[in-house]
């Protein structure tokens, strides 16, 4: 499996913000990623919101990437520090779950 840059993933995940912000009446911004606070107080999703995005970015990372991973795994939710509380934390996560698919 290629080797894949960081930025591809931000692209990715900013296609899926995109995608999102045709049904909503507030839209999330696109142009500073490493500022959106995904979940909780200050998030930008509720928890349906939230799951919605992290099954849009699956679909994504699956259709340009052919990778196919599970961001709401029990891995995932179950840490202590959530990987969903900002966009850097989710792109760090997904990078995490691409390392055993990489060396399979």
Do not use: C, Q, W
Request: hydrophobic share 45%.
């Amino acid at each position: 499996m290629p080797i894949i840059a960081r930025n591809l993933i931000y692209n990715v995940i900013s296609d899926a913000i995109s995608e999102i912000n045709d049904t909503r009446h507030e839209n999330i911004s696109v142009n500073e990623l490493d500022n959106i606070s995904l979940y909780g107080d200050s998030g930008v999703f509720d928890s349906m919101g939230l799951v919605n995005f992290l099954v849009l970015v699956e679909e994504k990372l699956d259709d340009k990437f052919n990778l196919v991973l599970s961001l709401t795994s029990e891995r995932a939710v179950s840490r202590r520090i959530s990987p969903f509380r900002n966009i850097v934390s989710l792109v760090d996560f997904i990078f995490e779950e691409i390392e055993p698919v990489a060396a399979s």
